[in-house]
């Protein structure tokens, strides 16, 4: 039996080569088990001892790049999360589309008074008198968690505008609801903090059934940095603008005047935006 290579993971930590996650990452991109078999038998192929998930991942992804883009770029959707940075200002946008699609009424980026001081709060969603007062945690590199003390200051930040605004008469039968997405995880005290404080906790991978990763790929809320196509420099005007999704383009193709592609690029953008979109 061949011996599997040990590599090494964003965290610092190694592990055993896994060629089932790899196929599972591979499959939730919505790559055929035709071009799953292919990766996978290059991967092997080509890992050896000490490789990084990084490397891996650059090396499946420049292979599924090859044979269809959309796919390459749902497979990349963990990384181009981080890339909505660098600071967390289009993650708070884009947070704020999820909450919009189901329905509530956003606001992004409100400094709103609390009981004893003002609050910078990233993104209120409102409802059927129901309030959501959300925390997003943004960051741009992989190994990052959302430890503990950040659901203990949310938590106190939250208390604070409850008391205010439950006492306002506009808010009067209202419900209020803490909440943190962030696009990396929570360490388990986090996690353990979160429940029993009544915060709700979303990270890419928690709660199973409704994490972040979850909610973007039953709506197809992919970021404009999925895309394989758009240079940085593009990303970035469009983002500047409040261009964070592919949906957005999608449904008004017109933003794409703010960037100046020529007639084959946009038309290939376009198609890519369409099969992430309707897939």
């Given amino acids: 039996m061949t011996k599997l290579p040990i ?16 196929e599972e990452s591979l499959k ?8 799953i078999n292919d990766v996978v038998e290059e991967i092997v192929g080509w890992i050896e001892d000490g490789t990084t998930t990084k490397k891996i991942y650059s090396k499946a992804f420049a292979l599924l790049q090859k044979k269809r883009s959309s796919t390459a770029a749902r497979y990349s959707l963990k990384k181009a999360l981080m890339e909505l940075g660098p600071t967390g200002y289009p993650f708070e946008h884009f947070v704020g589309q999820i909450f919009e699609h189901q329905g509530f009424s956003v606001e992004v980026g409100q400094v709103i008074q609390g009981q004893c001081v003002k609050h910078e709060v990233d993104v209120i969603a409102s409802y059927n008198n129901k309030q959501y007062i959300v925390e997003c945690k943004f960051y741009n590199s992989q190994g990052k968690f959302a430890n503990v003390k950040v659901p203990l200051y949310i938590r106190s930040r939250v208390n604070d505008i409850i008391a205010k605004r439950s006492g306002l008469p506009e808010f009067n039968k209202y419900s209020f609801h803490g909440w943190i997405v962030t696009n990396t995880r929570f360490t388990s005290d ?61 449904k008004e193709p017109s933003v794409l005047d703010l960037i100046n592609l020529s007639s084959s690029k946009r038309q290939s953008l376009l198609k890519e935006i369409e099969d992430l979109c309707s897939e």
């Avoid at 090494?8 to 996650?21: C, D, N, Q, V």
């Avoid at 939730?28 to 071009?35: E, H, K, L, N, V």
């Avoid at 404080?197 to 928690?206: A, C, E, P, T, V």
């Avoid at 940095?225 to 469009?238: A, D, G």
């Fill in 7 to 22: 590599v090494k993971k964003a965290t610092g930590e190694s592990e055993l080569f896994s060629k089932s996650k790899l």
């Fill in 28 to 35: 939730r991109s919505g790559a055929t088990r035709s071009a």
């Fill in 190 to 250: 986090a996690m353990d903090f979160g429940r029993c404080s009544g915060l709700h906790l979303i990270s890419w991978d928690y709660p199973k059934g409704h994490s972040l990763k979850d909610m973007i790929e039953k709506a197809k809320f992919f970021p404009i940095t999925t895309l394989t196509q758009l240079t940085k420099k593009e990303e970035q005007v469009l983002m500047e603008k409040g261009v964070v999704l592919c949906r957005q383009i999608n």
